[in-house]
């Protein structure tokens, strides 16, 4: 009988171990690919941001450059990218939640 019972527990408790792991494997790759993506836009969008700014700052006349040079701190280009990035965010956000509240109409 504790040679059942064991078999059992055993075939019970692996099978669920097996299902978890399979289900947090997806997630998590899914998730680690997510990351990946969004920080390869954050990279390209940075480059870009840094591109027009210099390429604007070339094209001004020096006095003007220097003048922006004199209020405009140095991690300025950062704080730009953030607050776009923060606002791509909600942005995908209220997308995401607009169609998860339209699906939630049609299935119910």
């Known amino acids: ?17 097996e299902f978890f792991t399979r289900f947090l494997t997806r997630k998590l790759a899914l998730g680690v690919t997510f990351l990946a993506i969004m920080a390869a836009m954050i990279a390209v969008f940075m480059a870009a941001l840094s591109a027009a700014i ?12 220097e003048g ?14 953030a ?8 942005f995908i956000y209220d997308t995401n939640k607009d169609i998860v509240a339209g699906q939630m109409r049609i299935f119910s």
């Open 1 to 17: 009988m504790p040679l059942f019972l064991t078999s059992l527990f055993t075939s019970f408790f692996g099978g669920l171990m």
């Open 83 to 90: 607050i776009y990035s923060a606002q791509v965010a909600r």
């Open 68 to 81: 922006f040079g004199l209020f405009m701190p140095s991690n300025s280009l950062l704080c730009i990218t």
């Open 54 to 65: 210099s390429t604007i700052s070339y094209a001004m006349p020096p006095f003007l450059s």
